[in-house]
């Protein structure tokens, strides 16, 4: 008797695969996600929210995507880390995830292959720039960011876009601490600035 359960346990997973019955307790992984190869999510850029920490994704195969991230999670451009503030619609990443045990997915590193800039399709965001101005007082070159205490005392992190203008690049290398300066572009939120142009 104990030999038959033991052989009835070695063949039934078996068994059930060529009758098209799905194993039990096998986790669905990232078979939720199109375009999932090897726990890495291929896809295009539709939306950040930087409030609830999402990023929507259109997969290759068409599906929308939606992946959580935090403060650790790094995005990679050219051998180069920015933060996910600076995705925009269009850019074409590959996205390392894993599934939480709520069942949503966490993107630990998205590596941008093709910025929107890149594929002629750069995101359209009106004419018009917001400005703030402020002393720098901490820089990080390798995230590409830089804060200032504006003139209301509150500290703004300005993000440098992946491929800023040369002059753009130039002047926030040569940055330092106490440096006042005058910049334009977009207003994420009170406390997040993404560069255009210094000014």
């Known amino acids: 008797m104990k030999l038959t359960k033991r052989l009835m346990a070695f063949l039934l997973p078996g068994f059930l695969a060529l009758t098209g019955c799905p194993a039990l307790d096998i986790p669905a992984g990232l078979g939720g996600l199109g375009g999932a190869i ?4 291929l896809g295009e850029v539709q939306f950040v929210d930087s409030r609830g920490r999402t990023i929507e994704l259109r997969t290759d195969s068409g599906q929308q995507s939606v992946l959580r991230y935090d403060n650790n999670t790094q995005v990679i451009y050219r051998q180069k880390n920015y933060p996910v503030s600076n995705l925009e ?8 995830v894993q599934q939480e045990r709520d069942g949503s997915y966490f993107t630990t590193t998205i590596t941008v292959r093709e910025t929107a800039q890149d594929r002629g399709m750069g995101a359209s965001r009106g004419n018009q720039l917001d400005r703030t101005e402020g002393r720098v007082e901490n820089i990080d070159i390798r995230r590409g960011t ?27 290398n040569r940055l330092r601490n106490g440096d006042y300066v005058r910049i334009e572009g977009r207003g994420i939120s009170a406390d997040r600035f993404d560069l255009e142009n210094f000014l």
């Open 38 to 41: 090897n726990n890495e999510v």
């Open 89 to 96: 619609r269009g850019d074409y990443v590959a996205a390392r």
């Open 146 to 172: 830089f804060e200032i205490r504006d003139q209301r005392n509150r500290i703004v992190v300005v993000s440098v876009a992946f491929n800023a203008p040369r002059a753009v690049a130039d002047r926030f």
